[in-house]
């Protein structure tokens, strides 16, 4: 362990918890390549068509758990 991660871990342990989920999303958020151009934009575009579907009713959800259910019976 460099000295550098190894002052960061001693600091932690004094962080709030919204200040390590901060941390830990700011590191993960490091760890990905950057976003191509017009991903986010792509992105928003989907889910504004999938809403405008569903409030629609050319779509109809289903409960969560009986999605879980049927992805869980795929595997068996």
Do not use: H, N
């Not at 901060?22 to 191509?36: D, Q, R, T």
Request: net charge negative; glycine share 10%.
């Amino acid at each position: 362990m460099t000295e550098a991660v190894g002052e960061i871990l001693s600091r932690i342990d004094g962080l709030s918890q919204q200040e390590r989920a901060e941390l830990a999303y700011a590191f993960i958020c490091s760890l990905e390549p950057g976003e191509e151009e017009g991903v986010a934009e792509a992105w928003d575009a989907e889910l504004s068509s999938r809403v405008a579907e569903i409030r629609s009713g050319r779509v109809v959800g289903k409960p969560s758990e009986q999605l879980f259910d049927e992805l869980r019976g795929r595997r068996r």
